[in-house]
């Protein structure tokens, strides 16, 4: 749809019927055209960096859901990108467990939980994370070097 809009918007606009102007509006701000993408800080980049390795090993997503969280990080929202991958977790059979959940503990700690968490997610999500994460550990060994927290941060991935 985004590639229609910027090939044709007159196609599209074209198509719609008198008073559909308001659901036009909502198209365009489902898909991203309204979004300011944010200059992040330092903290802000190592975040998105943790949420970015999450979702290389969560072993395939939406692209629905990739574009929301792709959004989410250019507009500097990464306490609900967070939120998000917290809750979806990795795909059975076809992800990287322990590097997801270690991914995401590393970024979780690093978000403000005082400052930006607008909706009070990120302390209980970064607690089901730890936990997912040491049930990880137990099973299949610690995450892979580089991956997680310094004191996690050696040992296949399973």
């Known amino acids: 749809m985004r590639r229609r809009l910027h090939a044709a918007p007159e ?9 559909e102007e308001q659901v036009y509006g909502e198209l365009l701000g489902t898909i991203g055209v309204f979004d300011l993408p944010r200059r992040l800080d330092a903290r802000e980049r190592a975040i998105a960096e943790h ?3 999450a979702v290389r090993a969560m072993g395939g997503v939406a692209s629905g859901h990739a574009a929301l969280l792709a959004r989410r990080l250019a507009a500097g929202e990464p306490a609900d990108a967070f939120g998000t991958l917290a809750h979806s977790g990795p795909r059975a059979g076809g992800g990287r467990p322990t590097a997801y959940w270690a991914a995401l503990v590393a970024g979780g700690e690093l978000l403000d939980t005082a400052n930006g968490d607008t909706h009070g997610g990120v302390a209980p999500a970064l607690a089901e994370c730890r936990r997912r994460l040491a049930d990880r550990v137990r099973q299949s060994g610690p995450p892979p070097s580089g991956v997680g927290p310094p004191s996690q941060a050696a040992g296949p991935d399973a």
Do not use: C
Request: glycine residues 24%; charged residues 25%.
């Open 11 to 19: 196609q599209v606009r074209g198509g719609l019927r008198p008073g």
């Open 51 to 53: 949420l970015r390795a």
